[in-house]
């Protein structure tokens, strides 16, 4: 899970300030609660817990920004499964990095590249 709470998006790139990046189900939703970043990336596969979880408890916890999952998991069938679950996008890491950055600029203000 990587978090920020800011973004300065330029035309040539993208400049992050990382709150934290987690590797668990229990710190990941520590941070968010914590940290309350405008952005999460969450990954699916963490070494210990679920993606997916972090997701709903993230919600149920009232996180309200954005979460957006970047994973080499099946599109066809967790897009829809992690917007059900509380994520605002689904991005596959094998086709859609591109759209994420471009994402990512709209969000903090920028026009897209791509």
Not at 54 to 77: E, H, N, Q
């Amino acid at each position: 899970m990587f978090a920020s709470s800011s973004c300065d998006c330029s035309r040539d790139s993208i400049s992050w300030k990382w709150w934290a990046t987690r590797d668990s189900e229990e710190d990941a939703v520590q941070a968010i609660s914590v940290l309350r970043p405008d952005v999460v990336l969450l990954d699916l596969n963490l070494q210990v817990g679920s993606g997916m979880h972090v997701l709903r408890r993230a919600r149920a916890g009232g996180y309200t920004g954005k979460l957006w999952v970047l994973s080499s998991r099946d599109p066809d069938f967790y897009r829809s499964l992690c917007e059900k679950h509380g994520a605002d996008g689904f991005y596959d890491k094998a086709h859609e990095q591109l759209q994420l950055l471009d994402d990512l600029r709209v969000l903090a203000g920028e026009k897209p590249l791509f």
